[in-house]
């Protein structure tokens, strides 16, 4: 074989890799199925893009581009679905800071609909995983602190999963009660700058927690009630990476309860924490 055929084969190769890749991303296509082997996204992925790297073809790929990122390049987002399920059984105290001294109950019941019967801890889980696939359709990493009910995680474990896991902030889904039924809309909780644990963390969990409570609201319509303090909770004095506890809204209120509720509503909430999660991360 002359040189131009084995450049020309070489060239027919790299074209061919692209149509590979092309296929996998637009057809939907899960890429394993379409590669007809058990194997990784990210494999399929990367085994494509090196083909296409033959040096003789000489040009670049332009779905290069559009190639989802590797697992290394990916931002990780903690998401923590407040509270658990009664299956779970957790008891016993633990230190609501480092140091403290201070005990406070591992795990708390939450809220539930007064409307809906819904139990907080399972809107939470629901909100959570709809956010979870919005962030990683985007391509980002989401680690979550549990992804079922019966999932025996303290406010401080909670902590500490997202602390090790590489993540770049944590957001904590909870939602509201309060005795009185008028008492609706979203806000956002934050350490105060003098937490003794991590008040260092304040300024960019309340730029964070400014980015996701505006944008919750302006998708959901829901009041927004504003961004607050509290140094009690001791899963943000546990964290290391700047956090932020979003009430979602008052599973007391009808209007928020039965909003809440609907899975088209949720979709709208996912967006938008979403959303503000992102704003967050690209200023
Ligand atoms: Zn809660």
New binding site residues.
Partial sequence: MNKKSIRGMAVTAAVMAVLVAGVCFYSGIKPNQAAGKQVMTDQVSHQASSQAKIPAAGTQNPEMAAEPKKAEEQIIIALDP??QGPEAGMSGEEEDGPGSGILKAKT?S??TGRFTGLA?YQL?LEISEKVKTCLTDRGYQVVMTRENHETSVSNKDRAKIANNSGAKLCVRI???GSESPESAGALCLVMSPENPFVGTLYDESFKLAEDVLNSYCTATGIYNRGVQTDDTMTGINWSKIPVIIL?MGFMTNQQDDIQMADPKFQQKMAEGIADGIEAYISN
């Fill in positions: 407040g509270h708390t939450g809220t907080e939470n909870h939602a509201n009430e």
